[in-house]
C-alpha cells in the first residue's frame, strides 16, 4: 500500500438513505478522505446536500471531509462547512468574485484550502495564489453529476500542474496536493497517477462496485494495487 496516493469515495454515489453507514464502511475499506459534493442547482445543475448533513456524518468517521463547493456565492457555505466539521474545503475559481479572499476566509476557518478547475476552465486562476493553496482539484468531467466518462484531456493538464507543483515546491513553497474527479476506475488509475496526480476521487467506482467482488474492501484493494506499481509524485 501506498500512503503518498489518497483514495476519497464520493458521496454522491452512496446510498443517501443510510450516509452514517456508508461513511462507516469506505473508512473500514481504507479510505482515505470523504469527498463530499455539493451542489446548489445554479452553479451545476443539481442540487445535493449542505452543512447539516455534514455535521451530521462528521461524527461517524476519523478521516478528513474533502467538501468540494459547486456553488456560487461560495463564502458564506465554506463557513458554514468549516463549522460542520469539514477539513478540506475546495472551490470553482470562476463562482466566487474575491478568489484570494475565499481562500484565506477556509484557511482562518481551520480547513485546508483549495481551487477546482473544470475542464475547459484556464489554470491562470493559479498565477497569484499559489502560497494560499494545500489542494488543486482537476475535474476530469463536467461537475453536476457521478458515473460520467473520464476526459482524455486531463491528462495533459494534469501534467502541466504537476509541474507547477513542483516549482512551486521547488522554490520553497509549500506541498501542494493534486486531486482528480470524475470517472476514476480501476481501469484507468494507474494513468492518471502517472500524469501526476496523488488524490483520487471515485465515486461509482467505489459505491457501485458489486458484492461478489468483495464490494467497497474489494475495490479499495483493486485501486490501491493499481497505484502500487506507480511511483508517488515527489511533491505528495
Ligand atoms: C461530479 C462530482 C464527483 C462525482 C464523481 O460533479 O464532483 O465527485 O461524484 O463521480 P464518479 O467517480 O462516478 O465519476
Ligand atoms: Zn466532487
Redesign the pocket.
Known amino acids: 500500500m501506498n500512503r503518498s496516493f489518497r483514495i476519497a469515495p464520493?458521496?454522491?454515489?452512496a446510498d443517501f438513505a443510510r450516509l452514517g453507514e456508508e461513511v462507516r464502511a469506505v473508512e473500514a475499506a481504507g479510505a482515505d478522505l470523504i469527498?463530499f459534493?455539493v451542489?446548489d442547482n445554479h452553479y451545476?445543475p443539481?442540487l445535493t446536500i449542505g452543512p447539516m448533513v455534514c455535521q451530521a456524518i462528521r461524527p461517524h468517521v476519523s478521516i478528513p471531509i474533502d467538501v468540494?463547493l459547486?456553488v456560487r456565492p461560495v463564502d458564506r457555505l465554506a463557513a458554514d462547512f468549516a463549522k460542520a466539521g469539514a477539513n478540506l474545503i475546495t472551490f470553482h475559481p470562476e463562482a466566487s468574485d474575491h478568489v484570494d479572499r475565499t481562500l484565506q476566509l477556509i484557511r482562518d476557518s481551520g480547513c485546508r484550502a483549495g481551487l477546482v478547475f473544470n475542464p475547459a476552465t484556464p489554470l491562470h486562476y493559479l498565477d497569484h495564489v499559489m502560497h494560499r493553496l494545500d489542494i488543486i482539484l482537476l475535474?476530469?468531467?463536467?461537475?453536476?453529476?457521478?458515473?460520467?466518462r473520464?476526459i482524455d484531456a486531463t491528462l495533459e493538464k494534469l501534467k502541466a500542474v504537476r509541474a507547477r507543483i513542483d516549482a512551486h515546491v521547488a522554490a520553497g513553497g509549500q506541498p501542494i496536493w493534486l486531486e482528480v474527479?470524475?470517472?476514476?476506475?480501476v481501469e484507468n488509475i494507474a494513468q492518471v497517477a502517472a500524469a501526476g496526480a496523488d488524490t483520487f476521487?471515485?465515486?461509482?467506482?467505489?459505491f457501485?462496485a458489486p458484492d461478489p467482488a468483495g464490494g467497497y474492501v474489494g475495490v479499495m484493494g483493486q485501486l490501491r494495487a493499481a497505484l502500487a506499481a506507480r511511483q508517488a509524485p515527489p511533491a505528495a
Open positions: 464520493s458521496l454522491l454515489s469527498h459534493d451542489m451545476v443539481n468540494h459547486m475535474m476530469s468531467v463536467n461537475p453536476g453529476f457521478g458515473g460520467q473520464f474527479d470524475g470517472g476514476i476506475k476521487v471515485a465515486g461509482s467506482a467505489v457501485g
